[in-house]
């Protein structure tokens, strides 16, 4: 119901034991067939999704080859959430926060990244806010998993310095 999550998926880990707790109970009161149907439907689903889990490619945001990108061509790199300004630094690409989607028009640089996650962005499109403001969208680049999209373009302006 709400835009943005208030209760992270990473938290249910806390109520996992004592739900499995409850279902082991469950079967255990039980007699006969349908106790040995339950475990054996259980311990195959468990299977299946853990199997099935680890076999999923981009499981997480590669943010280590998009800072390496970044680097490649070194330009002042700009984010918009700590979602995004935390993992960069983290590797290495040192970046400002907008504290705005309205900021990006305002950066000082005559050559930049902006990094973004479509999904949170709050405002028009990025690349076309820019273009209004005399910028041109040179490179784009994209780093993703299975639930999110990060997005980082370069910036240079159509101006001479």
Known sequence: VLP????????????AVP???????GIMAMDGFPRRALAVIFLSWSAVSGTWFAL????KVPWDRLAEQLLAEPA????????EHTPLDFYGARNTMLPSPEE?????QHEF???YRPSTWRGGDPAAMLRQRGFSVVARLEAHDIH??????????????
């Open 76 to 83: 002042p790199i700009y984010s918009y959430e700590l979602h």
């Open 19 to 25: 739900c499995l707790i409850m279902v082991a109970v």
């Open 113 to 115: 990244y902006l990094v």
């Open 104 to 108: 990006i028009t305002e950066v000082p």
């Open 148 to 161: 999110e999209q990060i997005i980082a373009i370069r910036c240079v302006s159509n101006s001479p310095l």
């Open 56 to 59: 999923l490619p981009d499981r």
């Open 4 to 15: 943005q999550s208030v209760f992270s998926s990473r938290y249910l880990i806390t109520v």
